[in-house]
């Protein structure tokens, strides 16, 4: 029987080094989230916009020149959808406190309509004087408070967001110059520099077809909502179309958070005497729109090359959103897809490309993984050469029938063992 090892005390200690320089790590990235978010932001925009530049300097535009179009193009665009979209917010945010008291109004003749969960009957001078609601009271109180934190998180993101831009624009410009300096820091080794530059061109053209297709596969989705909404007679169907694009560009977590808003909307804003119905056609529309999205358009468009396993995807999003909030739940899977590129190149990290790989082949039984077809092949050639080889030792044999023999033996095994074989 073998003893027990201790580990060495070295391996204990560097390991334990590891794991506290790599919780120092995560909770630098949540503090410097203000300096990282944008550096991010820019490198994945970047991403899809430097093949645009590259075709530009082809057909002699500047590099400089370029990117100042594309970037200017992109604020130009954000720019106009959020003034188009600024009135209709502006509108649900100044009727907010009565839409959450019109909701919780009708929750509460819906709680009184069950047996056991309703109010209870008080008579005399105590059914005049109500019981104090404490949710009103404190939307009545924090009112002030939550104005001034959305002021404040709207400056911030106004000054990320030029420094994103800022950043953006010289990423494009000086695009061809940074790669070719990062090549050249690397040994003079061809095979290495060809490994890396293409690991970087397969990581920036996969980001690049997936921000691509999925913002168009949204900018669908969300027209059809916002067509669906206004049809349901949903007040402001374009900012919730426009907020459906949005929060689809996270996984899973997404679809989720709309459908609930979807639904306060719509019980917000139905009138009193509204059935269950009406007040949840809102959210069965759209949860249908995303079903076909995501069954039918997404891999349709996608593709299978850009598949990632749905596991990794939720916990890369809920990852990144503990971290970055909804920042990085959307970057959380253009992350994942530069991750992937880089596990492919490397070897000591292709373990971690096998579970980001997402397929549609049905996965083996144990018992194959355990008794590998292959294993049992070579096996059993090894064990035929060598009763050959025996004969042909032992006794004399004509050459030809010894290897007619060899051929017809190892066919007929290998075809017995491609054949299906009923359970036992």
Request: aromatic share 6%.
């Amino acid at each position: 029987m073998r003893a027990f090892v201790l580990p060495r005390p070295t391996t204990v200690r560097r390991w334990a080094s590891r794991g506290l320089l790599l919780i120092a790590l995560l909770f630098l990235l949540r503090e410097a989230s203000s300096i990282v978010l944008p550096v991010l932001v820019a490198l994945i925009l970047t991403f899809v916009m430097a093949p645009a530049v590259r075709t530009m300097r082809h057909h002699g535009i500047p590099e400089t020149i370029s990117a100042a179009m594309l970037v200017t193009t992109l604020v130009g665009c954000t720019v106009l959808a959020l003034a188009l979209l600024a009135e209709p917010a502006a509108q649900w945010w100044q009727r907010a406190p009565e839409a959450v008291s019109q909701a919780l109004n009708r929750v509460d003749r819906w709680r009184a309509s069950i047996p056991g969960f309703g109010p209870e009957r008080r008579t005399g001078s105590r059914a005049a004087a109500q019981a104090p609601d404490p949710l009103r009271e404190k939307i009545t109180s924090e009112s002030v408070a939550l104005t001034a934190t959305v002021v404040g998180q709207g400056l911030r993101f106004v000054v990320s967001a030029a420094a994103t831009t800022v950043l953006l624009y010289f990423l494009l410009a000086s695009e061809h110059w940074v790669l070719s300096r990062c090549i050249e820091l690397l040994p003079a080794r061809p095979r290495l520099r060809a490994v890396v530059l293409g690991g970087l061109r397969a990581a920036q053209r996969d980001i690049s077809r997936y921000v691509v297709s999925v913002g168009l596969i949204n900018s669908g989705v969300g027209l059809v909502v916002a067509c669906v909404m206004w049809a349901l007679d949903l007040p402001n169907p374009g900012l919730w179309g426009a907020m459906a694009a949005l929060m689809n560009f996270v996984p899973y977590l997404g679809p989720l958070i709309m459908s609930g808003l979807i639904f306060g909307a719509s019980l917000a804003s139905s009138p009193g005497d509204g059935s269950v119905l009406a007040l949840c056609s809102p959210m069965l529309a759209y949860l249908a729109i995303h079903a076909v999205e995501a069954n039918a358009v997404t891999p349709t468009v996608v593709g299978k090359q850009l598949s990632m396993n749905p596991l990794s995807v939720l916990l890369s999003v809920m990852f990144w959103g503990w971290l970055w909030g909804m920042a990085g739940a959307v970057l959380a899977v253009p992350l994942l897809i530069l991750l992937k590129a880089i596990s492919k190149r490397n070897r000591l990290m292709r373990p971690v490309s096998v579970y980001l790989q997402g397929s549609d082949r049905p996965s083996p039984s144990l018992a194959a993984l355990l008794h590998p077809a292959g294993a049992t092949v070579t096996r059993i050639d090894t064990t035929i050469d060598t009763a050959i080889h025996t004969e042909i030792v032992e006794g004399p044999a004509e050459p030809a029938r010894l290897q007619a023999m060899t051929r017809d033996t190892h066919t007929e095994i290998h075809t017995d063992l491609q054949q299906p074989r009923s359970a036992p």
